[in-house]
């Protein structure tokens, strides 16, 4: 029969406890009752405690030896270099100056020119935590710095959107206006499109007309010049024969006075 025994806290092999129990009874020649049998059990488990504690306590103070040992080499090794540290983006903007002399100081001096006096310090450590602490600041100011302004930009663009309300308003009724004013002035744009593709329709006509005028006007003036020119002939034959009645006269006078001689 195996398994473990539970008594004041600490467990105890159960097969132990009934070897233990087995001598003692062969030794005493059995028990009275079942209580001598737990005091027995809580005797032999108070022993074996005493043998096993301080072993399990060394135990344990060497393991956390170790652990505390590995713990320091491993926080003195991998502990941060500050002169590496200076170079970080973070601080970009600080430049750092190493002292002459034996303290070996540092100084540290913003470069962002606000023209900042340095500021000197006993060791790297020191130097690198200002310039990321003053880093942290300036970064808060600014920030606390443009959260009031986000603020009052945010004031100003309700201010700003209440009144693009009222404009909204007055504009929509401007534009409707000019919507009406644009579908008459579209509707009066048709009737004189209509009325000037008549009049179009009307002035083709009448070019057409004085079209035909002009040829009739042509023809008229041609007429009218071979008309003239016929009355000059006609004035021409007019004189010649006047000329030759006036002779014919003469010849008849003259005839008719010798005649009468």
Not at 1 to 20: E, N, Y
Not at 77 to 102: H, L, T
Not at 137 to 155: A, D, G, I, K, V
Request: contains cysteine.
């Amino acid at each position: 029969m195996g398994g473990w025994t539970d008594a004041s806290k600490g467990l105890v092999p159960f097969s132990f406890c009934l070897t233990t129990f087995s001598s003692q009874q062969y030794k005493l020649g059995g028990f009275a009752n079942s209580g001598s049998l737990c005091r027995l059990l809580v005797c032999n488990q108070r022993v074996i405690m005493k043998k096993t504690f301080p072993k399990f306590v060394a135990v344990l103070l060497a393991i956390s030896a170790v652990a505390f040992m590995g713990v320091s080499m491993a926080a003195y090794f991998g502990r941060p270099n500050p002169v590496a540290e200076m170079g970080a983006e973070e601080i970009s903007d600080y430049n750092f100056q190493q002292s002459a002399g034996e303290e070996g100081g540092w100084s540290v001096t913003p470069v962002d020119g606000t023209n900042q006096p340095s500021k000197p310090f006993k060791n790297a450590y020191e130097a690198v935590a200002f310039a990321h602490s003053d880093k942290t600041s300036r970064l808060t100011n600014q920030t606390n710095e443009m959260n009031t302004l986000t603020e009052t930009l945010r004031t100003q663009i309700q201010l700003v959107k209440a009144g693009q309300e009222e404009d909204r308003a007055a504009i929509e009724k401007r534009i409707a206006r000019l919507n009406q004013y644009v579908a008459d002035a579209n509707q009066v744009l048709a009737q004189k499109s209509l009325e000037l593709q008549k009049l179009s329709v009307e002035t083709a006509d009448i070019r057409r007309q004085t079209s035909k005028r002009r040829e009739d006007v042509k023809r008229l003036q041609t007429e009218l010049d071979e008309l003239r020119t016929d009355r000059f002939r006609l004035e021409e034959i007019l004189v010649v024969l006047t000329d030759r009645l006036v002779r014919l006269q003469l010849e008849n006078q003259a005839l008719e006075q010798r005649l009468a001689k």
